[in-house]
């Protein structure tokens, strides 16, 4: 397994709800995480009818209080469904994953070009930096987080920024596909799981 969110904007009606929904998960994160223990690692290939993948493709919030931070992010490939993993060191303080139209930089509102046929905007409730705003994450090329060669669904996995206590990832998608987003939390560390389906 090789290895995410800041804040973004979509288009249209997109970009108000996902501009409502990083608020959110920057200054509302108050309530318990969703918590669904599950193994980061690559599983071996099985046949598609024993996929269990119907989890939908709507948003999925999770609000929480935390004061981690982002220390890495990885991707791996399992039978049904794709994984992201985004490694935070103390607790993350909720979560937010949604389809967007567009995912925009921190900051500057620019585009943040992603390959697929769909994305998906992450948030996760901590900084890539600590308290002295020194990096915990800084990853060598932004726009290529992990290495998503071999994947079935994952094109691209883009750092949107860090800001204001949370960090915004961009994926670009092979379609607009079930997903399944959790927070597994291992005594100092937590981990943010975001499972995209190989098929509906």
Do not use: I, K, N
Not at 49 to 68: F, M
Not at 73 to 92: I, N, P
């Amino acid at each position: 397994m090789v290895s995410t969110s800041g804040t973004s904007r979509t288009t249209s009606a997109g970009r108000g709800r996902g501009r409502g929904l990083r608020r959110a998960a920057g200054a509302l994160l108050t309530a318990a995480l969703l918590a669904v223990p599950a193994a980061a690692g690559a599983a071996p290939a099985s046949a598609a009818t024993a996929c269990r993948t119907a989890w939908g493709s709507g948003e999925q919030v999770a609000l929480g209080l935390g004061s981690g931070a982002v220390t890495g992010v990885r991707s791996g490939r399992h039978a049904c469904f794709d994984r992201l993993v985004v490694d935070v060191r103390g607790e993350v303080g909720g979560t937010a994953v949604l389809y967007v139209d567009e995912v925009t930089q921190d900051g500057s509102g620019a585009p943040v070009p992603l390959r697929g046929g769909a994305r998906l905007l992450v948030v996760v409730g901590a900084p890539s930096h600590d308290e002295d705003f020194r990096p915990t994450y800084a990853p060598a090329s932004p726009r290529e987080l992990v290495d998503v060669r071999g994947a079935t669904t994952l094109r691209q996995v883009a750092l949107a920024g860090s800001f204001e206590g949370q960090t915004t990832l961009g994926v670009g998608v092979r379609a607009r596909l079930p997903f399944r987003s959790f927070v597994v939390r291992d005594g100092a560390t937590s981990r943010v799981v975001v499972d995209v389906a190989h098929r509906w």
